[in-house]
């Protein structure tokens, strides 16, 4: 079993920051990707921002310049720096990671979420 443990959000004024952390335990042989993508009512869940094993980044445009993603991978942590935050990031925040067994075979795993709210 693979948990995925997010914690970080909350309630913030536009203008200021959070830090989101995702933690992963369990039976994890390798994890390649780690991500954080963002969902709000009526629509789909959208990439945010992820990072490869190798460190090679990849954002959203629309948060390009204010969130920064970084990884502690000897704590299978993901963490998603956000500033200069705009009523429009208000979202639940989930975490995503790919995982590949000793047989390469490929798994992905979700948090439950963290909501994320922003006022104006």
């Known amino acids: 079993q693979v948990q995925l443990v997010e914690s970080g959000g909350g309630l913030v004024q536009a203008g200021g920051s959070l830090r989101l952390s995702c933690a992963a335990s369990?039976?994890?042989?390798?994890?390649?990707?780690m991500g954080w993508y963002r969902q709000t009512p009526g629509k789909q869940r959208e990439l945010v921002a992820d990072?490869?094993?190798?460190?090679?980044?990849n954002y959203a445009d629309s948060v390009k310049g204010r969130f920064t993603i970084s990884r502690d991978n000897a704590k299978n942590t993901v963490y998603l720096h956000m500033n200069s935050l705009k009523p429009e990031d208000t979202a639940v925040y989930y975490c995503?990671?790919?995982?590949?067994?000793?047989?390469?075979?490929?798994?992905?795993?979700w948090g439950k979420g963290t909501l994320v709210t922003v006022s104006s």
């Open positions: 995503e990671i790919k995982t590949r067994d000793p047989f390469n075979y490929g798994m992905d795993y």
């Open positions: 369990g039976s994890i042989f390798r994890i390649n990707t």
């Open positions: 990072m490869t094993s190798g460190g090679s980044t």
